[in-house]
């Protein structure tokens, strides 16, 4: 039979996977839930049919129970019955730990306190699951219940040891006895056990710690720590914590154990200052942290240890820096009100509580440990670090000046200096730093700015120097990096800066918003850029406000800022391409504010309102018709031309004989005249359209009293004229096509 002509098999259809429980599953879950139903029998068996039996009786139920127990699992195990077995000794382990609470409720322990019952619990426990985990492996496995059970027993051990009044002793011996247990396992190779052993250590030694920190901290003494304290508890558990590296044989666990136990021992040496003045507080942890970060330098993996000391170190440290933030605002807004001091206004207050003179080393060493714990140490580049240093040190010794009773200017001359230092660095070359200098540079100039606000004169000055910082950021930086901030702060300076000096040359609050308008006005047009000109609008719409509520001619003054951004605009559409759209808004703006002083000077004439629009847009048309030679006149001219006539016609049309009536007369005769000469259709159909509906207007009220016979005569007259011209019209008709396509 040839192969090409037979027929093809039909692919087996695919087996479908598996759902539901595996059949090995079955024996697992029923002696789970066996082992669950034994226990909670023998709870209730305790509970309600103990007081029947006496303690003969008792003390036979409680051995045959959990000895009955105990050889089930052992020999359930020896017979390869893995599940069966691990269930098992669940429920004996679970009974030895009942028989310990069921005995003291029977009086068995000689009224022995629920502390030390709970702590017997414990030790039974564990003691039975390392029994279970010693007895022979069967299939080449053991238990691993049992195995869990010891954690367990540790962890209970300590807390019936915390409850009985030794917290400290009980979680260090539980702490150190896990750790053992967990270094034995790891040689047996038993892996749970290991770290359920672990487990139970960690709960011990975290029970220890917090109670020996929180006694420590209660009463932070030498007596109290060192004689009669938890000194020694703290370095207990800083050993404790190098235990799991010898069990793990782990370098990362020995660097994090190492890290933890130099932080704990730091804090037993430093606690007894605690109760010290905050100057000593700080001095001190100043100089544990300061110590501390001298290791992170070491380029070896050794200077891991120094993470956690100096982390902590570092958020004291940190805090105290927050603190002196927090009272140096306190101080300052005492003198807060804007433009209302000297030159030398002097910041008074509140002191800090810690010596001011300790912050410019706090901010260096959180600095130093910052740089040293990112980055790793560096000393290939100390110059970038150095210049870092500096920065921060000028903005910590603003803070500290402030925090004295001196003029402000001290304080805010020296963040300017900074900022301008900052500046410096960030363009002088392509320093990977460049952008945090600039940062600092803006952040700090501004608010040097902000906190001179209570003297003009000092606004005027500190924030012309901020005006400087972002002006080289923005003209000699090389970067975008560098250039984007400084163009981000142009305006605020120079908005700050502008009613500083307004403010100090005339102390008139009124007179703000023109200057200060025109001052972001120009820097929004030196650099059309989103980022300096939405900054622009903000700080001049917030200077008006400001004016406005102090102007005695308010509408006058809003007249005069519409004019002056109008103008801006139009410039800076002048100017730039890109902004061409602004022309627009800048002739709206420039008719507001002739509307606006209009009304303020009760002007009711509508023309007075229509016409500069009108004659605007005329212009705008007629720059159109120039620019582009195909264009039509209707679109360019009409809408100038219905704004500059229908307003006064519906006005004509309410009082027909008026001198309003005639001037509108006379501009429609012009623009047919000017249009018929011209050739443009605009004005022909505008002075046409308006002037026929103004002479119906003057004509109607006399309709009624001509005779008919006129009205008849007219017509005849105007039909024999019409038929007279026609022939003539008709022989002119191609001379008169060429004269319509010229019209434009």
Same mark, same amino acid.
């Given at each position: 039979?040839?192969?090409?002509?037979?027929?093809?098999?039909?692919?087996?259809?695919?087996?479908?996977?598996?759902? =539901?429980?595996?059949?090995?599953?079955?024996?697992?879950?029923?002696?789970?839930?066996?082992?669950?139903?034994?226990?909670?029998?023998?709870?209730?068996?305790?509970?309600?049919?103990?007081?029947?039996?006496?303690?003969?009786?008792?003390?036979?139920?409680?051995?045959?129970?959990?000895?009955?127990?105990?050889?089930?699992?052992?020999?359930?195990?020896?017979?390869?019955? #893995?599940?069966?077995?691990?269930?098992?000794?669940?429920?004996?382990?679970?009974?030895?730990?009942?028989? %310990?609470?069921?005995?003291?409720?029977?009086?068995?322990?000689?009224?022995?306190?629920?502390?030390?019952?709970?702590?017997?619990?414990?030790?039974?426990?564990?003691?039975?699951?390392?029994?279970?985990?010693?007895?022979?492996?069967?299939?080449?496995?053991?238990?691993?219940?049992?195995?869990v059970a010891i954690g367990i027993g540790l962890g209970l051990a300590y807390l019936g040891g915390a409850v009985s009044g030794h917290p400290l002793t009980g979680?260090?011996?539980?702490?150190?006895?896990?750790?053992?247990?967990?270094? #034995?396992?790891?040689?047996?190779?038993?892996p749970v056990q290991q770290w359920s052993c672990l487990a139970g250590a960690a709960v011990g030694w975290t029970g220890a710690t917090t109670t020996a920190v929180?006694?420590?901290? =209660?009463?932070?003494?030498?007596?109290?720590?060192?004689?009669?304290?938890?000194?020694?508890?703290?370095?207990?558990?800083?050993?404790?914590?190098?235990?799991?590296?010898?069990? *793990?044989?782990?370098?990362?666990?020995?660097?994090?154990?190492?890290?933890?136990?130099?932080?704990?021992?730091?804090?037993?040496?430093?606690?007894?200052?605690?109760?010290?003045?905050?100057?000593?507080?700080?001095?001190?942890? *100043?100089?544990?942290?300061?110590?501390?970060?001298?290791?992170?330098?070491?380029?070896?993996?050794?200077?891991?240890?120094?993470?956690?000391?100096?982390?902590? =170190?570092?958020?004291?440290?940190?805090? $105290?820096?927050?603190?002196?933030?927090?009272?140096?605002?306190?101080?300052?807004?005492?003198?807060?009100?804007?433009?209302?001091?000297?030159?030398?206004? &002097?910041?008074?207050?509140?002191?800090?509580?810690?010596?001011?003179?300790?912050?410019?080393?706090?901010?260096?060493?959180?600095?130093?440990?910052?740089?040293?714990?990112?980055?790793?140490?560096?000393?290939?580049?100390?110059?970038?670090?150095?210049?870092?240093?500096?920065?921060?040190?000028?903005?910590? =010794?603003?803070?500290?000046?402030?925090?004295?009773?001196?003029?402000?200017?001290?304080?805010?001359?020296?963040?300017?200096?900074?900022?301008?230092? $900052?500046?410096?660095?960030?363009?002088?070359?392509?320093?990977?730093?460049?952008? $945090?200098?600039?940062?600092?540079?803006?952040?700090?100039?501004?608010?040097?700015?902000?906190?001179?606000?209570?003297?003009?004169?000092?606004?005027?000055?500190?924030?012309?120097?901020?005006? %400087?910082?972002?002006?080289?950021? &923005?003209?000699?930086?090389?970067?975008?990096?560098?250039?984007?901030?400084?163009?981000?702060?142009?305006?605020?300076?120079?908005?700050?800066?502008?009613?500083?000096?307004?403010?100090?040359?005339?102390?008139?609050?009124?007179?703000?918003?023109?200057?200060?308008?025109?001052?972001?006005? %120009?820097?929004?047009?030196? #650099?059309?850029?989103?980022?300096?000109?939405?900054?622009?609008?903000?700080?001049?719409?917030?200077?008006?406000?400001?004016?406005?509520?102090?102007?005695?001619?308010?509408?006058?003054?809003?007249?005069?800022?519409?004019?002056?951004?109008?103008?801006?605009?139009?410039?800076?559409?002048?100017?730039?391409?890109?902004?061409?759209?602004?022309?627009?808004?800048?002739?709206?703006?420039?008719?507001?504010?002739?509307?606006?002083?209009?009304?303020?000077?009760?002007?009711?004439?509508?023309?007075?309102?229509?016409?500069?629009?009108?004659?605007?847009?005329?212009?705008?048309?007629?720059?159109?018709?120039?620019?582009?030679?195909?264009?039509?006149?209707?679109?360019?001219?009409?809408?100038?031309?219905?704004?500059?006539?229908?307003?006064?016609?519906?006005?004509?049309?309410?009082?027909?004989?008026?001198?309003?009536?005639?001037?509108?007369?006379?501009?429609?005769?012009?623009?047919?005249?000017?249009?018929?000469?011209?050739?443009?259709?605009?004005?022909?159909?505008?002075?046409?359209?308006?002037?026929?509906?103004?002479?119906?207007?003057?004509?109607?009220?006399?309709?009624?009293?001509?005779?008919?016979?006129?009205?008849?005569?007219?017509?005849?007259?105007?039909?024999?004229?019409?038929?007279? &011209?026609?022939?003539?019209?008709?022989?002119?008709?191609?001379?008169?096509?060429?004269?319509?396509?010229?019209?434009?």
């Amino acid at each position: 039979m040839d192969n090409a002509h037979a027929p093809l098999l039909p692919a087996a259809a695919p087996i479908p996977p598996r759902r =539901g429980i595996t059949f090995a599953s079955v024996p697992q879950i029923l002696l789970g839930l066996g082992a669950f139903c034994l226990l909670v029998a023998a709870a209730i068996f305790l509970a309600v049919s103990w007081s029947a039996l006496g303690v003969g009786g008792r003390t036979a139920v409680l051995a045959v129970l959990t000895l009955t127990a105990v050889a089930s699992t052992l020999a359930l195990h020896l017979r390869g019955l #893995r599940f069966a077995a691990e269930a098992l000794s669940v429920v004996s382990l679970g009974l030895l730990t009942l028989d %310990v609470y069921g005995a003291a409720a029977a009086g068995l322990l000689d009224g022995m306190p629920d502390g030390r019952v709970t702590l017997l619990a414990g030790v039974l426990l564990a003691i039975g699951g390392w029994a279970f985990s010693l007895s022979p492996a069967s299939a080449g496995t053991r238990l691993k219940a049992p195995q869990v059970a010891i954690g367990i027993g540790l962890g209970l051990a300590y807390l019936g040891g915390a409850v009985s009044g030794h917290p400290l002793t009980g979680g260090n011996l539980a702490a150190l006895l896990g750790a053992g247990l967990a270094a #034995r396992s790891r040689r047996s190779g038993l892996p749970v056990q290991q770290w359920s052993c672990l487990a139970g250590a960690a709960v011990g030694w975290t029970g220890a710690t917090t109670t020996a920190v929180a006694e420590s901290l =209660g009463t932070p003494t030498l007596h109290q720590m060192w004689v009669v304290g938890s000194g020694w508890s703290l370095l207990v558990s800083a050993a404790v914590l190098l235990v799991p590296a010898l069990v *793990l044989r782990a370098e990362a666990a020995f660097l994090a154990g190492a890290s933890g136990a130099a932080l704990l021992a730091t804090g037993a040496v430093t606690i007894p200052v605690v109760g010290s003045s905050p100057t000593v507080l700080t001095a001190v942890a *100043l100089g544990t942290t300061a110590a501390w970060t001298l290791l992170l330098a070491v380029r070896d993996r050794i200077r891991l240890v120094a993470v956690a000391p100096v982390s902590i =170190g570092a958020l004291f440290l940190a805090g $105290a820096l927050i603190d002196g933030v927090g009272v140096d605002l306190a101080r300052w807004t005492r003198i807060a009100g804007p433009f209302s001091k000297s030159f030398l206004v &002097t910041v008074r207050g509140r002191a800090l509580e810690l010596a001011p003179a300790l912050l410019v080393p706090s901010a260096l060493v959180v600095l130093t440990a910052a740089v040293l714990g990112l980055a790793g140490p560096r000393p290939a580049h100390p110059r970038r670090w150095l210049a870092l240093g500096t920065l921060v040190a000028g903005c910590t =010794g603003a803070l500290t000046a402030a925090a004295y009773d001196v003029p402000l200017t001290i304080a805010t001359g020296l963040a300017a200096l900074t900022a301008l230092v $900052a500046a410096a660095l960030a363009v002088r070359g392509e320093d990977a730093l460049a952008p $945090a200098y600039t940062w600092i540079a803006v952040g700090v100039a501004i608010l040097a700015a902000v906190a001179s606000l209570p003297s003009a004169s000092l606004t005027a000055t500190v924030a012309g120097s901020g005006l %400087v910082t972002a002006l080289v950021l &923005t003209l000699l930086g090389r970067t975008e990096r560098v250039r984007i901030p400084g163009e981000a702060a142009l305006v605020p300076a120079a908005a700050l800066g502008t009613a500083g000096t307004v403010m100090a040359v005339g102390d008139e609050p009124a007179w703000i918003a023109v200057p200060v308008l025109l001052a972001v006005g %120009v820097v929004a047009i030196a #650099r059309p850029v989103a980022r300096v000109e939405v900054p622009a609008v903000v700080a001049a719409l917030a200077s008006l406000l400001v004016s406005v509520i102090a102007a005695t001619d308010p509408l006058g003054l809003i007249s005069l800022w519409l004019l002056v951004i109008g103008g801006l605009c139009c410039a800076s559409a002048l100017l730039h391409a890109q902004r061409r759209p602004l022309a627009a808004a800048g002739g709206l703006l420039w008719m507001v504010a002739i509307w606006t002083r209009l009304f303020d000077q009760h002007v009711a004439v509508v023309e007075a309102y229509t016409l500069p629009l009108a004659v605007a847009l005329l212009a705008v048309g007629l720059l159109h018709l120039h620019r582009r030679a195909g264009a039509g006149t209707d679109q360019a001219l009409l809408p100038g031309l219905a704004l500059a006539t229908i307003p006064s016609l519906l006005l004509v049309l309410g009082d027909p004989v008026s001198l309003r009536s005639l001037l509108l007369g006379t501009a429609c005769l012009v623009l047919v005249l000017a249009g018929a000469t011209m050739r443009w259709s605009a004005p022909v159909l505008a002075g046409t359209a308006v002037g026929v509906v103004l002479v119906l207007r003057e004509l109607g009220p006399y309709a009624g009293t001509v005779p008919q016979w006129v009205w008849i005569g007219l017509a005849g007259v105007l039909l024999t004229v019409t038929g007279i &011209t026609w022939e003539r019209r008709l022989r002119d008709l191609r001379r008169a096509a060429g004269l319509i396509g010229r019209l434009r």
